[in-house]
């Protein structure tokens, strides 16, 4: 039986809801087990109301499941963030059954595989790519002799002979209709009723940025053939429908080339099996996007990308080992306008390097070019696995590791040279600016239309286009915020509609 992580948001857990993607790792180790002959059954608690918290609905969900399909193993995995949640579920299975041998995974273990191992003790845990080693670990269980705890090394797959990922023991339909609306904001949706669906066409990365989580021995940048991508893309789309494909990898292309040559198979697939549905993407400066390939996307039907930006500070970006230039982000953001094409990225500020003056080159940035782009504001958080969390380890500012990933979700520590209280006063500015969208222009002759109990319907010329979208958003009986943020459907840029006195609307986009 596989459980789901109940990814949080801004250290939200234990409350609701989540704002995850679809389970891809456990869809790929479903799909893996299920190929080898073995049944699977999962659970999935991101976002079942009804309950005081996501806590005690984890206990519920995931005790009911267990007397109901009497598991022979149970598998976790997740992200650093996600400590607590699995800390709480191997407690619930641990009172439950104490019998059931718990196999842990996921960057939680690749990237601090003995201390995670220890403190959290598991029956076993992965290190890496669990697609493969997963199946040797449940026949080893099949023999009737269960060996003690350890900790297996996973070797790096061929994405290209992995059968393709099993969401169905995840509730995916469910994801679909219901959660899109009601849980998402890190996307901006180009269709009011979306069914958003998510695919991952490449694993790891070539860059090592200092704050990324990938580790030294992070397993090598693979991308699976285009080809293996379009009948992935043909198979679900044939199942589930989806009108929005969510590209979720890291880095989807490495070069133009790839995207280009996606492009075209895509739009030859759209041409041949009807397929109706727009996609974003996310990438590196160093792809060195044109004017061709972005008019290329667009034709294929992509709404939105991003790239790692992550300062506009050259002494920040240096520090981080980003391998870009800030010059390369102002050029693509003027194709994406043109190609009208959403563009994104993140602003995160407190690196070791951060300064006042670096700062102010990150800000200035942001005011001059970011007012129609999603290019968010944020804090850096040493994540381990990271450089950066190492090397503020070796210089003794996280004494204690057990507390950190307790509270990894909430502020971060003062890395930079500057005084907690200068530091302090700037976060509490940028989180400001970030939560206002004071600088974005807003959108012309509102007007709502209530639909039923739980959305209305908005319509809003675009400041920038002149023309007029069409948005689904929740009613709420709270005091609405001043301010929805928005992305005209037309040019797929940045927008607010300000909430006239009264109405009672609040944005499901963020």
Known sequence: MLVAPTFHYMGNYPSFLSLSDFPSGLAYIAASLKRAGHEVYGVNP???????????MIQDVLTKKIKEVQPELIG?????????????????VRREDSKIPIVLGGQIVSNDAEFIFDDLKPDYAIVGEADNAIVELVNILSNKVQPEPFIMKATTPDLDTLPL???EPFGVN???????????VLYRYPRPYPRPFSIVTSRSCPFACSFCVHGHERPKYRARSIENVMEEIRVTYEKYNFNILIILDELFAVHKKRMNEFCKALIEGKERFGWDFDWMFQTHANARLDAGSLKLAKEAGCFTFSYGLESASPAVLKSMNKKIKVEQVIEVMDLAREAKIGFGGNLIFGDIAETEETIAESLSFWLRYCGDNFVFLGNLMPYPGSKLFKDIREKGMLPDKKEYYENIDKAAPN????????????????????????????AKDVHYELEDSEFCKLWAECPYCGETSMYRVGTVAQKPPPALGLACIHCNRKIKVDVPNGAKVEAIYG
């Open 76 to 92: 976790l995995g997740g992200l650093c963030i996600d400590y607590t949640f699995l800390r709480d579920t191997i407690a619930i």
């Open 415 to 442: 890395m930079t040279q500057m005084s907690n209280g200068t530091l302090t006063s700037f976060l509490t500015l940028i989180k400001f600016l970030e939560e206002t969208w004071l600088f974005v222009k807003s």
């Open 46 to 56: 991101n976002n079942i109301t009804g309950y005081v918290n996501a806590k005690y």
């Open 165 to 167: 990922p099993d969401y």
């Open 174 to 184: 469910e994801m679909l209709d219901k959660f899109s609306m009601s849980t998402r």
